[in-house]
């Protein structure tokens, strides 16, 4: 690829205002609903809510939560092979936008319509336009990495926006209102996406892979039974033919997304035809995934218990030159992007000051002190619950506590472990490993379902249990992979083998 002479977006291709504004609007859509999901479904029927009880509440959160991940893998494939990046994005997006508007009619019968549409959207739309970034560089561009750190900060500011905006309209107006804010949102996205999309290079407008024409008509044959299945079990749901335990749907979710993991990386470190050197990196990265998929079993309690934690738990009020204000509970989620701004500036250095002087942990080491660091955050929220036992309310700061440990945590572990999968996967399998390693997002989010299920859903409203249990896990975790890590560490270091005539996978 060429290198770009293109710096009219702050010294950046002009592509990437595009893609900035478009994945903004995207996430202010997504987690401006996601802040909103489990509160809505646990509403009466009444207040036109779904009335479901906890358990069935926060498994169907970790279903969506993880098919939103899982369903990444299919839309990487599909925009590689029969759409292109820039197509994949627009009808992604359209998608997105269709299933918000159905959220947004005052109805429950269509909600898991509009929840499936979102899913099958943000399918299409999140790994083609993370990947489309890439596409404005060149390869020995030295803009890249800030190019991506200033399209991290449109995700984080998408993030503040959507939780603000949905979370105070789901308390004044109304949560349909709320997802019609999301619509919104992600229909102002496409639209300035439409009118800029000229800026994006001409290498997105076109599959990658070319296949025969028996291969397409096989590829929109697999798509459309897909997507005729989906619809008839939708329906059947919708109207009682079909009754599904999503409880232990999950639970067997969770297996499933573990054993495709577990398989398919056996199958590349065993038959992958790998060498010594390139199995014991293949180690270092397997710790690194474990600590991943961990890591996400508690942090995405942040639209699970957390969320109900501050809706139920957490005196709100604010008394302000003598006026009351209730805070919106959604709005304590956008304090996860609020410190990610904050102190995503201080680690960078942080990591550079450290390697100047030899002192850089490796991959696995910064992992394993995330997921501690995040399981922290749980500890304090066990004192909370303690707090907030029978009918009494804890101040906010709790939780302000919690996802500043939790924003630390992330920090230590997210784009760590990214980097390490690229350095790290033997390179004739490193697009492979790295769609591999997002499956650890879906194993944790389903696992993070259960887990609130399994252990928060309290008659009493008692929280001590699940606190104390994700607090415990991530303690064992963490520290295990440390522990090994010390042990893998140089193996991290080995070097890279461009051993590319032996790939079989």
């Not at 990196?281 to 710790?287: A, G, N």
């Not at 696995?364 to 500890?379: R, W």
Request: aromatic share 16%; charged share 10%.
């Amino acid at each position: 690829m060429k290198p770009s002479n293109d710096s009219s977006f702050f010294g950046h291709p002009g592509g990437l205002q595009t893609l900035f504004f478009t994945e903004m609007w995207e996430r202010m859509s997504y987690y401006g609903m996601r802040a909103l999901l489990v509160i809505f479904m646990m509403l009466a029927i009444e207040q036109q809510g779904l009335g479901l009880d906890k358990e069935n509440a926060y498994a169907i959160y970790g279903l969506y939560t993880g098919a939103v991940y899982f369903m990444g893998l299919s839309g990487g494939w599909l925009a590689d092979r029969l759409f292109g990046g820039q197509k994949a994005v627009w009808y992604g997006g359209l998608i997105i936008m269709s299933g918000h508007i159905v959220l947004a009619i005052p109805t429950t019968s269509t909600f898991f319509v509009g929840l499936i549409l979102v899913v099958l959207g943000t399918g299409l739309l999140k790994p083609n336009i993370s990947a489309m970034v890439g596409q404005l560089y060149g390869e020995k561009d030295s803009r890249r990495d800030s190019g991506y750190t200033l399209y991290y900060m449109g995700i984080n500011i998408g993030s503040i926006i959507g939780n603000f905006v949905c979370g105070w309209l789901a308390v004044e107006q109304g949560y349909h209102w709320a997802f019609g804010a999301a619509a919104v949102g992600m229909g102002l996205g496409l639209i300035q996406y439409r009118l800029t999309q000229y800026k994006l290079p001409e290498a997105s407008s076109k599959p990658t892979v070319r296949l025969s024409a028996s291969g397409v008509k096989n590829s929109w044959t697999g798509i459309i039974v897909f997507l005729v299945t989906l619809a008839a079990v939708t329906y059947a749901m919708s109207f009682g033919y079909l009754v599904i335990d999503v409880v232990q749907v999950a639970e067997y979710v969770a297996y499933l997304f573990t054993a495709i993991f577990l398989l398919y990386f056996s199958f590349i470190f065993f038959f992958g035809d790998l060498s010594v050197n390139e199995k014991k990196r293949m180690i270092s990265l397997f710790l690194i995934c474990v600590a991943s998929a961990c890591f996400f079993a508690g942090f995405e309690q942040a639209g699970a218990s957390l969320n109900v934690f501050a809706n139920e738990n957490t005196d709100r009020m604010l008394d302000i030159f003598s006026l009351n204000f209730e805070i919106p509970f959604a709005w304590f989620q956008s304090l996860n992007s609020i410190f990610i701004i904050a102190l995503s500036p201080f680690f960078a250095v942080l990591w550079i000051q450290l390697g100047k002087r030899m002192l850089d942990p490796s991959y696995g080491v910064k992992c394993a002190i995330g997921t501690l660091i995040m399981g922290s955050g749980f500890v304090v929220m066990f004192f909370a619950a303690m707090y907030a036992a029978g009918d009494q309310k804890v101040a906010p700061y709790w939780l302000v506590a919690t996802y500043f440990l939790h924003t630390v945590g992330e920090l230590c572990l997210s784009p760590v472990a990214l980097s390490a999968v690229s350095k790290l996967s033997p390179r004739r399998f490193s697009g492979q490993l790295m769609g591999l390693f997002v499956l650890t997002y879906s194993i944790g989010s389903v696992i993070a379902g259960v887990m609130a299920g399994a252990f928060g859903t309290d008659e009493s409203g008692d929280v001590t249990a699940l606190f104390s249990n994700v607090a415990t896990f991530a303690g064992i975790i963490g520290f295990v992979v440390l522990i090994l890590a010390l042990i893998t560490r140089k193996w991290e270091k080995l070097p890279q083998e461009d051993n590319l005539t032996t790939a079989k996978p």
